[in-house]
């Protein structure tokens, strides 16, 4: 869909793009994506100049630099447990954010949003794989139905206004995501890198056991945040929709054989055991990729090149202290 003079929005004109959350996981990844492109100019900015949970400090921070483009990457984000201890948090926090950098851009008469989703938006019993078909069709995962109700606003919100004021809209929605940069605090983080974290230690500690949450059956896909990085960058050169869009790898994998991955790259022998009595989430959540695909993006790593890069910089963040 073309609309108006906001189509391919990155060509042919000067862009000063704002890559709000340039810190996390995500958003780092984008930060290296974007900075390669020589025609943009790029603007992030720490926590300590601009809180994008207050609006007055946002607008502030968009009266000063009056980005062209804007890439929310910014959000409260965390594993089960994170979510279930805080849900007020996960709700409101993100709500605040999202909410303050999409108006204080419009007011500045920006081109074009990207406003980063996750798979959790879908219901807990889609059809897998979910198709984007599947948005708002059924009852939420409720471990993390607070950062989903907040993504959910999110996203209308962004489709708002692109129909009030005909700004380009970008709406990605990306599988879970591993890569360099992510967290191993076990309070908030995903599951990947809390594994990660839970077998090194039990391989260093000569641990006879780790015991995990649920059974293992659950079943999620993973996507390198290099890979993710890539998608987006695509997404805004080729596509002039509000409508969402899936990025993943199409691949899912269930969490105990995810488990058995991580330990065997770290060389982990003893017998990994499960808590039954803890939540597990969505039972299966893979993503249908083929509208991305269709248009020419496909990933380029594996889950097992992402697993390596985790454990070893695990590894190097703990070392002094192992």
């Known amino acids: 869909m073309i609309h108006g003079s906001h189509y391919n929005c990155f060509v042919n004109q000067p862009r000063k793009v704002f890559i709000a959350g340039h810190r996390g996981l995500v958003g780092r990844a984008l930060l290296k994506r974007f900075e390669e492109d020589k025609t943009l100019e790029i603007i992030v900015a720490p926590r300590s100049e601009v809180d994008l949970s207050d609006?007055?400090?946002?607008?502030?921070?968009?009266?000063?630099?009056?980005?062209?483009?804007?890439?929310?990457?910014?959000?409260?984000?965390?594993?089960?447990?994170?979510?279930?201890?805080?849900p007020v948090s996960f709700l409101t926090e993100n709500i605040a954010i999202q909410t303050n950098v999409m108006m204080s851009a419009v007011e500045v008469g920006v081109r074009s949003i990207m406003f980063l989703g996750s798979s959790c938006i879908y219901p807990r019993l889609a059809i897998q794989p979910i198709t984007e078909d599947s948005f708002m069709t059924g009852p939420l995962e409720p471990t993390n139905e607070s950062y989903a109700v907040a993504k959910i606003a999110g996203i209308r919100l962004a489709q708002a206004i692109y129909q009030e004021h005909g700004i380009?809209?970008?709406?990605?929605?990306?599988?879970?995501?591993?890569?360099?940069?992510?967290?191993?605090d076990l309070q908030i983080?995903?599951?990947?890198?809390?594994?990660?974290?839970?077998?090194?230690?039990?391989?260093d500690q000569d641990a006879a056991s780790v015991t995990l949450w649920g059974s293992g059956s659950a079943r999620r896909e993973f996507i390198l945040s290099s890979d993710l990085a890539d998608a987006y960058y695509f997404i805004v050169h080729s596509r002039d929709d509000p409508?969402?869009?899936?990025?993943?790898?199409?691949?899912?994998?269930?969490?105990?054989?995810?488990?058995?991955?991580?330990?065997?790259?770290?060389?982990f022998t003893g017998e990994i055991k499960w808590d039954l009595d803890k939540p597990e989430g969505m039972p299966r959540?893979?993503?249908d990729i083929s509208r991305i695909q269709?248009?020419?993006w496909s990933p380029k790593s594996t889950l097992t090149m992402g697993l390596n890069l985790l454990v070893q910089e695990y590894k190097q963040?703990?070392?002094?202290?192992?």
Do not use: Y
Request: glycine letters at 8%; hydrophobic letters at 45%; proline letters at 4%.
């Open 317 to 322: 963040l703990s070392g002094p202290l192992r």
């Open 294 to 296: 269709s248009a020419g």
């Open 285 to 287: 959540k893979v993503l």
């Open 243 to 267: 409508s969402i869009v899936n990025i993943g790898s199409g691949k899912d994998i269930s969490i105990r054989e995810l488990a058995e991955k991580i330990a065997k790259i770290v060389e």
């Open 168 to 184: 380009q809209i970008h709406l990605p929605m990306p599988c879970n995501v591993i890569g360099s940069g992510d967290h191993f």
């Open 189 to 203: 983080s995903h599951v990947a890198s809390s594994l990660v974290k839970r077998f090194v230690d039990a391989k």
């Open 55 to 86: 609006l007055e400090s946002v607008k502030q921070f968009f009266d000063e630099h009056r980005p062209t483009d804007v890439v929310l990457a910014a959000a409260r984000v965390g594993g089960i447990a994170a979510n279930i201890a805080h």
